[in-house]
């Protein structure tokens, strides 16, 4: 399991989806939730770094897992998701906060991901408020952008949630480009 989150940590890395220390994954095994530990590097991931905790209830382990474990476990009670990766795509924050649903343009985009809700509470870190909001929204879509924050992408596997992840930002930056270029 560990290079498993290992390859996903780094591509979303290498690819500008998460600075050196932001972000977070998780797997459901049945009635726990394997997820990276609060401030854990994901480009660098390490077996103390992935946390076991209850999806339940909380246990001694909670206090090391991510700040939004709360979030993830609310994803899990409430969907049919198996794996969740949240990021911290630029293109994809700068365009949540002047626009409340995102709309593809691309043909690519357009088919994965149709449109991409954005989400706005007023704690968007970890907070009970993104946990009541959020799990909804990912029963109808594969991501959900929290204005100002980042994008939660649910999946079976964590390759799938990364994959909606990447999908998110090329959309974000072929909008950007195209409201660019039509500026000059």
């Known amino acids: 399991m560990l290079k498993y989150f290992q390859e996903v940590g780094r591509d ?16 459901r095994k049945g009635d726990r939730v394997v ?14 770094d992935l946390i076991n905790i209850s999806l339940e209830k909380k246990d001694s382990n909670i206090s090391l897992a991510s700040r939004e474990s709360g979030v993830h ?9 198996l794996a969740i990766v949240h990021a911290h795509p630029v293109h994809a924050i ?13 043909a690519e985009g357009a088919y994965l991901l149709h449109k ?3 989400l706005s509470v007023g704690q968007p870190i970890g907070s ?4 009541k909001k959020l799990p909804g ?14 994008s939660f992408a649910a999946g079976q596997v ?26 000059m």
Not at 14 to 24: F, K, V
Not at 128 to 131: G, K
Not at 137 to 150: A, D, S
Not at 158 to 183: G, P
């Open 73 to 81: 476990r609310a994803i899990y009670k409430e969907t049919s998701a």
């Open 128 to 131: 009970r408020e993104l946990e």
């Open 12 to 27: 979303l890395f290498l690819t500008g989806l998460n600075n050196s220390h932001s972000g977070n994954l998780s797997v």
């Open 94 to 106: 700068a365009l949540s906060f002047l626009e409340d649903e995102i709309i593809p343009i691309d």
């Open 158 to 183: 964590l390759e799938e949630a990364l994959q909606w992840t990447s999908s998110l930002e090329n959309v974000c930056r072929i909008i950007y480009l195209t409201r660019t270029l039509k500026m």
């Open 116 to 118: 991409i809700p954005v």
């Open 35 to 48: 997820i990276t530990r609060r401030g854990a590097m994901l480009g660098r991931l390490e077996g103390k």
């Open 137 to 150: 929204l990912l029963k109808e879509n594969r991501i959900v952008v929290v204005r100002g924050h980042g």
